[in-house]
């Protein structure tokens, strides 16, 4: 099971990104919809869920990160990991867009 949502998280996190530079909004949407039914399965059992929250907190996927770094920062978990890799996220020209959704994770947490 936690290779499959890892696998799973991963593609929707893909999917929203590409979905966010393209502007296909309906796309975005429903990966984004996803998203959220994994977080909200991760925040019901953080204590079973936490090793799969460290292994998306690594991952290459940058949206991935910025999605489950609010189910970290709600849980104390691995605090000033997230927020570093966040603020080098807002710094990273690259990342275009995605570099606002990274400082706006911190500002709902009031980390900016």
């Known amino acids: ?6 696998s799973n ?6 999917i929203q990104m590409d979905a966010t ?3 296909d909004y309906k796309k975005g949407n429903r990966a984004s919809d996803k998203l959220k039914k994994y977080n909200d399965l991760m925040r019901s059992d953080f204590l079973k869920y936490e090793p799969i929250v460290k292994e998306l907190l690594n991952s290459e996927n940058p949206n991935a990160v910025i999605w489950i ?3 970290a920062l709600e849980n104390n978990f691995e605090k000033d990991v997230v927020i570093y890799k ?8 690259e990342l275009g867009i995605l570099r ?3 400082k706006m994770t ?4 009031n980390l900016w």
Do not use: P
Request: glycine content about 10%; overall charge positive.
């Open 1 to 6: 099971m936690e290779k499959g949502l890892i």
């Open 9 to 14: 998280y991963c593609e929707a996190a893909k």
């Open 21 to 23: 530079y393209s502007g």
């Open 69 to 71: 770094a609010g189910v």
């Open 86 to 93: 966040l603020k080098k996220m807002t710094e990273n020209e």
């Open 100 to 102: 606002l959704n990274a």
């Open 106 to 109: 911190l500002k709902v947490h």
